[in-house]
Nanobody
Framework: QVQLVESGGGLVQAGGSLRLSCAAS????????MGWFRQAPGKEREFVAA????????YYADSVKGRFTISRDNAKNTVYLQMNSLKPEDTAVYSC????????????????WGQGTQVTVSS
């Protein structure tokens, strides 16, 4: 059984930065692509970014490209999301999940979701 626990969310002013963490249990973390999603009130869950199992390749949603950076530390079973130049439209609950394959972008292609961490960006 895999458990994912996110942390690092909070309230930040527009233009500010936050770093999210997702700690995973289990011995298979380093074998899987990991991703971040977000969901704002009244909106569908949206893909944000993903990183391949060894950390050497990443891909992003166009809305965050150039501002967000995903990374991982397999020794710590943790994936990170560094968020810079935050905008009010980045406000959402951010969740991490394990991908079924590298290149996955749809929620149905991910499993073992965390509970999420709230990010609020004030204008």
């Amino acid at each position: 059984q895999v458990q994912l626990v996110e942390s690092g969310g909070g309230l930040v002013q527009a233009g500010g930065s936050l770093r999210l963490s997702c700690a995973a249990s289990g011995r298979t973390f380093s074998s899987y692509t990991m991703g971040w999603f977000r969901q704002a009130p009244g909106k569908e869950r949206e893909f944000v970014a993903a990183v391949i199992s060894n950390g050497e390749s990443t891909y992003y949603a166009d809305s965050v490209k150039g501002r967000f950076t995903i990374s991982r530390d397999n020794a710590k079973n943790t994936v990170y999301l560094q968020m810079n130049s935050l905008k009010p439209e980045d406000t959402a609950v951010y969740s991490c999940a394990r991908a079924a394959f590298f290149g996955a972008r749809h929620a149905r292609e991910f499993s073992y979701w965390g509970q999420g961490t709230q990010v609020t960006v004030s204008s």
